[in-house]
């Protein structure tokens, strides 16, 4: 048992705090083991001439029962926290293997010969175009697309040249342009990537790998194909 003299004894509460720092306590049983030493103690030694006031005495046992609620209470929040990280890391590694849709102006050309996506246009246009780009530049295929209304618009692009001759696996550019009566303006544009592995950082972050993309963020993916 803790060892209390009279004078110490005089708070309970400030006791009981103070022990919980110095051992570094938080669990809620061994804290009420400790608070009931020391009202224990507290009672004992009390000068029975001038005993503790009954309305001090209640107002130390609501303290101690206020701190003990905050603390079962933040235990349940980690608790929750935790189970919702795994939860959400579970349905991450789940996406491995599938296609998602991602901001990118790049997109991977594989073996099932195409690249797929969207377009966001910010408002009616009467001339929507679509321009691929090999590694070094050059526009290899250019998709008229016609006029379209504000919002979201995709596309396909079946890996060909204009001439309609097959081009090879790898990354290419997508550029998306729309007309206006200000000039042509360049779009946001959305691609299908397919998720080789998920990675896991401090403080729960989850990260998507994309096959020949790179990296981003699962809060980025607009889309699980």
Do not use: C, H
């Not at 009954?54 to 130390?60: L, M």
């Not at 939860?87 to 599938?98: C, D, E, I």
């Not at 959305?190 to 972050?205: C, E, F, K, P």
């Amino acid at each position: 048992m803790t060892a209390v003299n009279a004078t110490d004894a005089s708070d309970v509460l400030s006791q009981y705090r103070a022990q919980q720092k110095q051992t570094g306590s938080g669990t809620s049983e061994l804290g009420r083991n400790e608070f009931m030493e020391l009202m224990l103690a507290q009672l004992k030694n009390q000068n029975p001439l001038e005993p503790q006031d009954n309305g001090e005495f209640i107002s130390q046992l609501a303290q101690f029962s206020s701190l003990e609620e905050m603390q079962n209470l933040s235990g349940t929040v980690e608790d929750v926290v935790g189970q919702f990280r795994s939860t959400q890391a579970l349905q991450a590694s789940a996406m491995v293997g599938k296609s998602v849709l991602a901001p990118s102006q790049f997109g991977i050309l594989g073996a099932e010969g195409e690249i797929t996506g969207t377009i966001e246009v910010p408002a009616s246009t009467g001339g929507l175009r679509l321009s691929i780009e090999g590694k070094n530049g050059e526009r290899v295929r250019q998709i008229d697309m016609g006029s379209s209304q504000a919002g979201v618009v995709s596309f396909r692009w079946d890996g060909q040249d204009g001439n309609g001759n097959p081009l090879p696996p790898g990354p290419y550019r997508i550029v998306a342009e729309a007309s206006y009566p200000d000039g042509p303006q360049q779009l946001g544009t959305m691609v299908s990537a397919n998720v080789d592995s998920v990675s896991l950082g401090q403080g729960g972050s989850i990260t998507l790998n994309l096959a020949g993309m790179g990296s981003i963020a699962l809060s980025d993916v607009k889309q699980i194909n």
